[in-house]
C-alpha cells in the first residue's frame, strides 16, 4: 500500500513529481522520500528506531512511512515492534519502530522487545532517537548501541524544545565523541529529517563501518571468563550476533537470557512475538 503524503513540509508523495511541494523548503532534498506505509516489499536494508521512552521514535516512523503509530505525550506508548517502509535515493527500505528503552540490561517485556531486535535481529542501521533536552539521560542507551554496532546513526530530537530552553548542542563535537553522524532533528515539524536520511543512507551503504566501541574489563581473569563463555555460546549457537554481550549477561545472572540459552531460542530472540 503506497501512502499519499498528506502531511505538509515532508516532501511530495511517490506520484508527486519532485518539487511540487511548492511550500516545502525541504522538498529538494526529501523528493527522493517515497512512504511506502505497510508493505515495503523488496527491501535493501532494514533500519531499527530506538531509544529511550518518549524521545520522538514513531514520530520520526510515521514521518518516514506515512503510518500512523500511537503518539502521546507520555512514555511507553508503543509496546511491540511495529514495521513499515520507505525508499530514499532508489534503495528500498524496512523500519522497525520500538518500544522505548533505557537499557539494554532490560528488565521488562516491552524493552525485551526492543533489545532482542537490536542484539540479534541484525538490522542495517541503527537510529537512536535521543532527546536534546535530556542528553545526560539518554547517552547511556546510546553507548550500550555503540558496543554492539558501528551501524548507528543519532537522531538529536526535540531540538525546538531545547531552543526553546537556551539549550544548544553540539553536534559536529557529539559525532566525533561517539564516532557516528549525530543529527539535529525536530521531527515533528519534520526539521532535519532529509540530513537523517542521508545520514541513514550513508550509514546503510557503508563498506567500512565504525567499529562497534569496546569498553574492557581490566581484571584479566574476569576478560578470560567472559572470552570463553563467549566461545562456548558460539558453539551452541554458530553465528549468534553479540556472544560477548550474550556472555556478560550470563556471568551477570540475566535470567531471561539463561533461559533463552537453556531452551535453545537464544538465536530465535529477534523472531517477532506479536504481529506488528
Ligand atoms: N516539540 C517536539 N515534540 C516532539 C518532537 N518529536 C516528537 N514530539 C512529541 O513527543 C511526544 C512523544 O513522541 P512519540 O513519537 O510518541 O515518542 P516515542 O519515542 O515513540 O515514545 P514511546 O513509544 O512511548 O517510547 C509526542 O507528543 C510527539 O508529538 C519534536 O521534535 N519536537
Ligand atoms: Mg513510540
Redesign the pocket.
Known amino acids: 500500500m503506497a501512502a499519499p503524503l498528506p502531511t505538509p513540509g515532508v516532501g511530495p508523495s511517490p506520484a508527486e513529481p519532485a518539487g511540487a511541494c511548492t511550500s516545502c523548503a525541504l522538498a529538494p532534498s526529501t523528493a527522493r522520500l517515497a512512504r511506502l506505509g505497510l508493505a515495503p516489499g523488496r527491501h535493501d536494508h532494514v533500519v531499527a528506531l530506538a ?1 529511550n ?7 520520526v516512523f510515521n514521518a518516514l512511512t506515512g503510518l500512523r503509530q500511537h ?3 507520555w ?4 509496546v511491540a515492534r511495529a514495521e513499515g517502509g520507505f525508499s530514499f535515493g532508489g534503495a528500498g527500505y524496512r523500519i522497525v519502530d520500538l ?2 528503552t533505557y537499557s539494554l540490561l532490560s528488565t521488562s517485556t516491552d524493552e525485551d522487545v526492543a533489545r532482542d531486535v537490536l542484539l540479534f535481529g541484525r538490522p542495517d542501521v541503527v537510529v537512536v ?1 535521543v532527546d536534546a533536552t535530556r542528553l545526560e539521560r539518554n547517552l547511556p542507551l546510546v553507548l550500550q548501541i555503540r558496543q554492539i554496532t558501528g551501524r548507528v546513526v543519532v537522531a538529536l ?2 531540538v ?2 531545547a531552543r526553546r530552553h537556551g539549550i544548544t548542542v553540539d553536534t559536529r563535537h557529539l559525532t566525533r565523541e561517539l564516532g557516528v553522524p549525530v543529527v539535529a ?5 519534520n526539521e532535519g529529517l532529509p540530513e537523517l536520511l542521508a545520514a541513514i543512507a550513508q550509514v546503510a551503504t557503508a563498506d567500512d563501518p565504525p567499529k562497534p566501541l569496546r569498553l574492557t574489563h581490566h581484571d584479566p581473569a574476569l576478560e578470560k571468563a567472559v572470552a570463553d563463555l563467549a566461545a562456548q555460546v558460539e558453539a551452541r549457537f554458530p553465528g549468534v550476533p553479540n556472544s560477548r554481550w550474550v556472555a556478560l549477561r550470563l556471568l551477570e545472572g540475566d535470567a531471561g537470557i539463561e533461559e533463552a540459552v537453556r531452551n535453545g531460542t537464544l538465536g530465535d530472540l529477534a523472531t517477532p512475538r506479536e504481529a506488528a
Not at 512514555?75 to 508503543?78: E, L, P
Open positions: 531509544g521512552p518518549n524521545t520522538g521514535k514513531s514520530t503518539v502521546g505525550n512514555a511507553g506508548k508503543t518500544p522505548g532517537v530530537n526535540l525546538d524544545e532533528t525536530a521531527a515533528r515539524r
